[in-house]
Each structure stands twice: as C-alpha cells, then as structure tokens.
C-alpha cells in the first residue's frame, strides 16, 4: 500500500514512478526487472532508479552458515553491481540523473545497538 500511495503522489505532478518487484534479489533478477521497466517506458527519459534491498546477517560469526553468505553476497554485491549496471545501460544517450542505493544506510539506520 505505501508504494501504491506514493506511486499516486508522484505520478500526480505530471511524473511517473512505478515498482518492479523481484522474486529474488539476484544478477538475473534484477536484468529482469529492468527489461520490464523498458517494456513499460520505451522511449521514456528515465531520470530516478531506486535500489532499496540489503540482506544483512545478525547473530554471532560462527554461527552465519555458507548459504547466509552467499544470499548477502548475492543482494548486497551482485544485485546491487547488476542494478548499477543496467542503470547505467539505460543512461546512455539520455538524461539519467540519479542512481539511488538506498540499503546500506536502510539497514544501518534498523541495526539495533
């Protein structure tokens, strides 16, 4: 519901913003997504990407097992360098002014002291 609510509100001053969920946070995934948003807006100046996912592990050293690393690693790295990338991709020859990577200072802001 906030995304919708706030899709409206940006959309109302003549802007168009919209979410591309992902069914996981990974390389592939995230080329998925972008190729919906070039479905959706062909010729559009895209001018905003927002990337707000972070995959954190909170509990002590020994105990994070291999497969919480890889799915960090995978969010965190890989997703996010896929995110730059294609962002990047889109830009070319338009105005793209604002790659957003949003989920460390997310993540930061929740982690509990």
Do not use: C
């Not at 969920?21 to 959706?40: C, I, L």
């Not at 990337?51 to 097992?65: R, S």
């Not at 896929?82 to 830009?91: L, S, W």
């Amino acid at each position: 519901m906030y995304q919708y609510n706030d899709t409206l509100r940006i959309n109302s001053f003549t802007a168009q913003a919209a979410a591309f969920p992902v069914s996981d946070y990974n390389y592939k995934e995230v080329q998925t997504a972008f190729r919906a948003v070039r479905t959706r807006w062909p010729n559009a100046d895209i001018r905003v990407a927002l990337f707000n996912a972070g995959y954190g592990v909170w509990k002590p050293f020994l105990e994070i097992a291999e497969d919480e690393i890889d799915r960090a690693v995978d969010t965190n790295v890989k997703a996010a360098f896929a995110f730059a990338r294609e962002n990047h991709d889109m830009g070319q020859g338009s105005r793209l002014t604002d790659l957003i990577l949003d989920a460390a200072r997310e993540a930061k802001r929740l982690r509990k002291p």
